[in-house]
């Protein structure tokens, strides 16, 4: 399994950022694909999640209606886009091979720093 995240940086708050996991390895179209986030100092945060048919979402209540996640099986890509972003949305994200069940213990990426300037 290997997942690169990608897309990160820094911007301000309000601003947008959109997010991609590289995925190889397995079968990507048929697994669950979930973005979990670590901010300074805290642990591991569930972030999102997407069925492997893409039909199914579902998210943190800390990011609903502002986080979009989705995926192009074709391309074996999972994607965040982020919008409205809030200084405490500030973390590394990563991608994570699975559904929200099993995250903390699920196959993940190195991560990629996402950080929001109040």
């Known amino acids: 399994v290997q997942l690169v995240e990608s897309g990160g940086g820094l911007v301000q708050a309000g601003g947008s950022l959109r997010l991609s996991c590289a995925a190889s390895g397995f079968t990507f179209s048929h697994s669950p694909m979930t973005w979990v986030r670590q901010a300074p100092g805290k642990g591991l945060e569930w972030v999102s999640s997407?069925?492997?048919?893409?039909?199914?979402?579902d998210y943190a209540d800390s990011v609903k209606g502002r986080f979009t996640i989705s995926r192009d099986n074709s391309k074996n890509t999972l994607y965040l886009l982020m919008t409205s972003l809030k200084a405490e949305d500030t973390a590394v994200y990563y991608c994570?091979?699975?559904?929200?069940?099993?995250?903390?213990?699920?196959?993940r990426g190195q991560g990629t720093q996402v950080t929001v300037s109040s």
């Open positions: 997407i069925g492997s048919a893409v039909t199914s979402t």
């Open positions: 994570v091979k699975g559904g929200y069940r099993y995250y903390a213990e699920s196959p």
